[in-house]
């Protein structure tokens, strides 16, 4: 498996004026734009860093995975996404090393990546998202 970088940060919000308002205003970072994933049931608010962004994420409903997330263990970091070369051969190669995947086929993610998560129980935690894109 070939990880190429830190595609980019995702955080967990309530509310996407208030923290664009923290990230835009105050840090002074572009926004860059909006995108609705319906499937995961979440807005993301892209904030380019260099080579990598910050995500924000915001749930469309109640019974979102963001929304479930921020009802657990409040608004914050979500997860860390690398970019790989192959997303495919990144899944496979993790798989016959025994990480439990929550993914384990690429599918469509926001800002044109596909996307896979591994499963926190196998990563000490951590939310692992592998991201590709063409």
Do not use: Y
């Not at 498996?1 to 004026?17: C, E, F, R």
């Not at 002074?28 to 734009?33: A, H, I, P, Q």
């Not at 995961?40 to 979102?64: A, N, R, W, Y």
């Not at 657990?72 to 798989?95: D, M, S």
């Amino acid at each position: 498996m070939k990880i190429l970088k830190i595609d980019h940060i995702g955080i967990a919000i309530n509310q996407i004026d208030e923290s664009k308002l923290f990230w835009n205003d105050i840090l002074g970072l572009d926004f860059e734009g909006t995108e609705t994933v319906e499937t995961q049931k979440v807005i993301t608010h892209f904030f380019p860093v260099g080579e990598s962004k910050v995500e924000l994420l915001e749930s469309t409903s109640p019974d979102g995975p963001i929304a479930k997330f921020i009802e657990k263990k409040g608004p914050g970091f979500h997860h860390i996404a690398l970019r790989v070369e192959n997303i495919e051969a990144a899944i496979e190669e993790l798989k016959n090393r025994g990480v439990r995947l929550i993914d384990e086929t690429p599918r469509d993610g926001a800002d044109g990546a596909r996307i896979a998560f591994l499963h926190p129980g196998a990563t000490n935690g951590v939310l692992i998202e592998l991201c590709e894109r063409k």
